[in-house]
């Protein structure tokens, strides 16, 4: 704006003045709450929050606040986390064959599951009582649920059910994911290794250095190395030096998770103090944080709460989570007010995320703008939740969530990640999605047609205009039909638009085969839950 003003204060009457670049067209408001409040919370916005805001688009401001402190925020991190961490695995290294409790399948992998959920529960815990983040390596506690508690050294410092706070008992220090199970049955170590894979993933993944993804030029001997010859060379070749002077001392705080049997359940479970100077022995290259010395996990999590590039890494991830790619340079001014807001109001993710959702290009899906998101395209976890708010219908088969696990389910089918062979969740759609979507809205439409039909109108959350067992008039059709879209899609609709007039078409033709209302509502449904306005947002 200054610039602006100084070249209109030069200006002669035959010069240009130079405009500022008008920015992205916004999304209409109530699209614009569809997109944050399924993002933040997993769920469309309910007919109320979409008459306040056609009433007012300034209500827009207060419901992003409600979603903030919505159950539903915390369950989001839980699964923008998983594809960071990739601990959320049907599978580890370590089993689960050494407990009895584990003989049948499917508690097996339930139990798994939890494990690899630990790590991501304490980042739920920290958003939901709005916590500092440096919590996350810093806690003195970590998540539990029964499964864990059962098995895990770990006593419950609060009652109830489902995930809760939680203490281990083996004295691992406290240093909140560092010392998680959970994170270290995903990255395991050898005795070649000693504790590398490790320290890259804290790099990576809590400090967003991905300096040793680099391909390695080898310019000596190509012969197969032993453990001391390897620990030679990479003190001492340059191709190595450079990112092993960081590597290998970050690695020397994980000894006390060093196992002797890399797959064994019982030396799994518990951290061994005993075991903390085995850098000694093995490496002897002492434990430091990037040349900071230190001596224990504790030490470790203290120096990366301190460390300024902890915070820019969660603001990183937190704009890749929202807008589908990671910033470049042209995002510099969106991403360091997202940064100062993180700083400045205590590190808690509920400021971080409230000034993300801000950004002009979030709220855009105006393709001509450079860095815009265009329509996103919802995967396993966020479908789940949000045809399950609408519908009351999870997917489940023997207790395991379809679409959030691999080895019953059909989560990378539908585009998600597994943590350890996919990494990286889908974009676009693709035949494996179209499926598993269309198996997804048959099983819900079915299980929401028949649940309402049980229920008063007045609890009902899809059939509030007509009985779905009963027969209907075209305005009686028309008028549910159009309920439903705004329902489904969060779109307001004439009795003339072009999906009521085919929906009722099809609510008819499937209803005169039969005689079935209620089939016909359930294919009604189907097809609305299948329809690209319920499947990108």
Not at 92 to 117: C, I, M, Q, T, W
Request: contains cysteine.
């Amino acid at each position: 704006m200054v610039t602006l003003l100084l070249a209109l204060a030069c200006a002669g009457p035959d010069d240009e003045v130079p405009v500022e670049p008008a920015g992205p067209e916004p999304l209409a408001p109530v699209a614009a709450l569809s997109r944050i409040s399924l993002d933040l919370r997993g769920r469309r916005p309910t007919e109320d929050e979409i008459l306040q805001v056609e009433a007012d688009p300034a209500a827009l401001a207060p419901l992003t606040e409600t979603f903030l402190v919505d159950a539903g925020f915390g369950e989001r991190l839980v699964t923008w986390y998983a594809d960071v961490y990739r601990t959320r695995t049907d599978a580890f290294v370590v089993g689960a064959d050494g407990n009895a409790e584990f003989l049948d399948d499917a508690s097996r992998l339930a139990f798994l599951r939890s494990v690899g959920e630990e790590p991501l529960r304490i980042i739920q815990r920290i958003a939901d009582d709005d916590l500092p983040y440096t919590t996350l390596v810093t806690a003195d506690w970590t998540m539990t649920d029964d499964s864990l508690l059962r098995s895990l050294p770990l006593e419950a410092i609060e009652d109830g059910e489902g995930w809760r706070k939680a203490r281990y008992t083996d004295s691992r220090p406290a240093a909140g994911v560092l010392a998680a199970n959970g994170l270290w049955w995903r990255y395991t170590t050898t005795i070649e290794n000693v504790n590398r894979g490790r320290a890259e993933a804290v790099a990576r993944y809590i400090l967003c250095d991905d300096r040793y993804d680099q391909p390695v030029e080898f310019r000596t001997s190509t012969d197969v190395l032993d453990s001391a010859e390897l620990h030679d060379r990479v003190q001492t070749d340059e191709a190595c030096i450079s990112c092993h002077t960081a590597l290998d001392p970050l690695g020397s705080f994980f000894f006390g998770f060093y196992r002797n049997h890399p797959e064994s359940f019982s030396e799994a479970l518990l951290y061994y103090p005993g075991r903390e100077n085995l850098w000694e022995e093995m490496t002897g290259v002492a434990p430091a944080f990037y040349g900071t010395p230190g001596n224990t996990l504790y030490d470790l999590g203290q120096l990366i709460a301190g460390d300024p590039r902890f915070p820019n890494c969660a603001v990183e991830q937190g704009f890749t989570f929202l807008m589908g790619r990671a910033p470049t340079i042209a995002d510099t001014d969106r991403v360091t007010a997202a940064r100062e807001a993180f700083l400045t109001e205590g590190l808690t993710l509920r400021a971080l995320y409230r000034e993300l959702v801000a950004d002009p290009r979030y709220l855009s899906i105006d393709e001509t703008v450079s860095g815009v998101v265009s329509l996103k395209r919802m995967g396993p976890d966020l479908l789940a939740s949000s045809v399950q708010a609408l519908t009351g219908f999870r997917w489940t088969y023997r207790g395991l969530d379809m679409l959030t696990t691999d080895a019953y389910g059909v989560r990378v089918l539908d585009g998600g990640a597994d943590g350890a062979i996919v990494t990286q969740p889908a974009t676009d759609h693709a035949t494996t999605t179209v499926l598993t979507q269309e198996r997804l809205a048959e099983a819900a439409a079915a299980y929401a047609v028949a649940n309402e039909a049980t229920l008063a109108v007045a609890d009902r959350t899809l059939f509030r205009e007509v009985e779905p067992g009963a027969a209907a008039t075209e305005d009686q059709l028309a008028t549910q039909i159009r309920a439903l879209i705004l329902r489904a899609h969060g779109r307001r609709v004439e009795a003339d638009d072009a999906d009521v007039v085919s929906l009722a078409a099809l609510w008819q033709e499937v209803e005169a085969e039969g005689g079935d209302p209620s089939r016909a509502w359930a294919v009604v449904l189907t097809a609305l839950l299948r329809h690209p306005a319920f499947l990108q947002y």
